[in-house]
């Protein structure tokens, strides 16, 4: 029987989702943060899953693009990406994307973040059609199991008194004893054997104390430190010089391309970035001038999961170790990244998840971390199912805030404790 793959229906359902009081160096992670659930539905009744953020401005390029796909193959993944969105240059060029710190914002990046989650669930509809898991379609997994980092930040006990938020037991992370508790439990809960602390919220000294202290107490564990470009370059050499023993890798430790070269070029250790190179145009310079070492793809913003394979070929060919960062995230995304990480070779790095930390999901079974890797499933498609139920309550708290949620914001929540809190300076230190 041919079955029927064109496009009838696409369904866009923004949502808020649980968040705990996760520190940077812009400010602290607000009560609820928000997602987009992109739904692809064919005319045989076949439903692809997508996930992406879920600010107004993607919200806005992602509604005329569900309009236009009415009509379309849900196998034409390359007309797809041909599909002008219209975005305005102007209105985005040049701005830092301070929520998801993950660098100068553009249009063609916040184009590539719309539709990588449409791109998603395309190869879910395709592969729950032809009953292949979405590693199939992508050549075929090179490995069973993903291997993550836990993700340690510095962490509120919890979110202000008087917001409204959900408690969580994980307690407060304010020194080294506090990442070091936080890592224990990471490890006990979800097995994880290596560790990345978010920095650029103490001074660098503090900093440089936790890794220590996380070294003492987990020997032999591969450990990263990711200040988001706080620090300057005499400030990122010195971090360098005193963990340089104990770091796998060191993550965007000042801003810019001419910066980390200058690091790379005074420092033995790694760098790795997901805020100096986030579009092919912006690998040539970096690679030529061996400012980094290691690229941490996401998914999300490099335009899905067939360019993120595109991605780590042209790693592999500059000699450049790739891995995978994370933003807040739920179990579509986390599935997605699993499928496509299971089919990249020499991925030698763990890769990032935020996962952990959200305590809602929109799937009827959370995915499991074991030993800290999720296996690679191979059920049809993603291998994830929608729980209707939750994606609904989760989107009526969307539709019943006041607007102050719906754009992340991490030195607006950061203010509600700290009325004088401003969005710090780079570099801070």
């Not at 992406?52 to 569900?66: F, I, N, Q, S, V």
């Not at 061996?290 to 999961?305: E, F, N, R």
């Not at 360019?307 to 599935?335: D, P």
Request: with cysteine.
């Amino acid at each position: 029987m041919t079955r029927d793959l064109t496009i009838a229906e696409v369904r866009l359902t923004p949502i808020l989702v649980a968040d705990p009081p996760l520190l940077n160096t812009q400010g602290v992670h607000q009560p609820y943060t928000p997602r987009l659930i992109v739904e692809i539905v064919t005319a045989d009744g076949t439903t692809g899953l997508g996930e992406t953020y879920g600010d107004t401005k993607y919200l806005e390029l992602a509604r005329p693009l569900a309009e236009r796909l009415t009509g379309r193959s849900v196998m034409d993944v390359n007309g797809l990406f041909a599909i002008d969105l219209g975005v305005d240059e102007s209105r985005v060029q040049g701005e830092v994307d301070a929520g998801g710190l993950r660098g100068v914002q553009s249009a063609d990046k916040l184009r590539l973040s719309v539709l990588s989650a449409f791109e998603v669930a395309c190869l879910d509809a395709q592969g729950k059609a032809l009953g292949l898991p979405v590693h199939a379609l992508l050549g075929g997994r090179l490995r069973d199991a993903v291997e993550y980092s836990a993700y340690l930040f510095y962490k509120w006990a919890g979110h202000p008194e008087g917001v409204a938020g959900e408690k969580d037991d994980w307690g407060a992370a304010l020194d080294p004893a506090g990442v070091v508790e936080q890592a224990r439990k990471f490890k006990e809960r979800h097995g994880f054997t290596s560790f990345k602390l978010k920095g650029g919220v103490f001074p660098p000294d503090e900093e440089i104390a936790a890794v220590r202290a996380l070294a003492e107490t987990f020997p032999g564990h591969p450990l990263r430190l990711d200040p988001n470009g706080a620090w300057s370059v005499e400030t990122s050499l010195k971090v360098a010089r005193e963990l340089g023993d104990v770091l796998e890798y060191l993550e965007d430790p000042t801003l810019g391309t001419p910066a980390m070269a200058e690091v790379s070029a005074g420092t033995g250790i790694p760098l790795a970035t997901n805020m100096c190179v986030t579009t092919f145009g912006e690998i040539k310079e970096a690679f030529t001038r061996d400012a980094v070492q290691v690229v941490l793809s996401d998914h999300h913003y490099w335009g899905g999961l067939r360019n993120t394979q595109r991605l780590a070929a042209i790693c592999a060919a500059f000699g450049v170790g790739v891995s995978m960062h994370s933003n807040t995230h739920l179990g579509i995304s986390l599935a997605a990244m699993t499928q496509v990480a299971a089919t990249v070779p020499g991925l030698h790095h763990a890769c990032d998840s935020h996962y952990p930390w959200q305590s809602e999901d929109v799937l009827t079974e959370r995915l499991t971390f074991r030993g800290g890797k999720v296996e690679v499933s191979d059920a049809p498609g993603l291998g994830v199912e929608l729980d209707r139920d939750e994606l609904a309550r989760l989107h009526r708290r969307w539709a019943e805030d006041d607007g102050s949620l719906r754009d992340r914001d991490d030195a607006a929540a950061m203010r509600v404790a700290e009325p004088g809190w401003r969005q710090p300076v780079m570099p801070r230190w």
